[in-house]
């Protein structure tokens, strides 16, 4: 088992039901430095159970309730995707494995843009959605959503993003006048306005009074 604790102290401890290294670097920027941020790598393993809720929330619970029974630790979890206007928010918790295989982001953007081939520009609205659930061991829970607007365009650009962020052109990129697709901007930038950065916030002030670090 990976030991990722030691250059964050003894303080109150927080386990992100993850083993993205990604998220757990973001989360660790968000809390205060006492605050011990762990990852599935830091505890015993267990064997997750399927993701078969029918939103965001229900999916994000699921991962965070089973992280907080297992470890006995204040976890918290996320559950994100992309709805579309045109097909009434679809594919939504689906978004992963949109084609029928999970993680095919090639595939997926394509069925995206076939689906979509006869929407006008104007009807192409979309957002990106996070849902954020933080549960202690007692079972109490507190849900967020983190929702990023924007629109589809026709064909994919950029290479600094995943699944359907070559797709996606954010609202801030149509109010500044460049059109970036998320794929086009810095990782830096996106990471500031995405739907997760949007809900960890939001839920930022029930972390640190679960943690009793709140004003």
């Not at 929407?119 to 957002?127: I, K, L, M, N, T």
Request: aromatic share 4%; net charge negative.
């Amino acid at each position: 088992m990976t030991n990722m604790t030691s250059s964050r102290g003894s303080g109150p401890r927080l386990l992100l039901a993850s083993s993205n290294l990604g998220k757990l670097a973001e989360l660790r920027r968000l809390v205060p430095p006492e605050v011990t941020v762990l990852g599935l790598g830091d505890v015993p393993p267990y064997p997750p159970l399927p993701e078969c809720g029918a939103t965001f929330e229900e999916n994000a619970l699921i991962k965070a309730r089973q992280a907080a029974r297992e470890s006995g630790i204040l976890a918290l979890a996320d559950d994100s995707g992309l709805e579309v206007d045109a097909l009434n928010g679809m594919p939504g918790v689906l978004s992963a494995r949109w084609c029928g295989r999970h993680g095919d982001d090639v595939a997926n953007n394509e069925l995206l843009l076939g689906q979509l081939a006869d929407v006008p520009d104007e009807r192409r609205g979309a957002a990106f959605v996070s849902a954020v659930a933080l549960v202690n061991p007692a079972g109490h829970a507190d849900v967020v959503r983190g929702r990023w607007p924007g629109r589809l365009i026709r064909e994919s650009r950029g290479s600094n993003g995943f699944g359907y962020d070559p797709l996606f052109v954010p609202a801030e990129s149509d109010a500044d006048g460049t059109g970036r697709t998320s794929a086009e901007l810095a990782p830096e930038r996106k990471n500031e306005l995405s739907h997760r950065a949007r809900a960890m916030a939001a839920i930022l002030p029930a972390v640190l009074s679960r943690l009793g670090l709140g004003g």
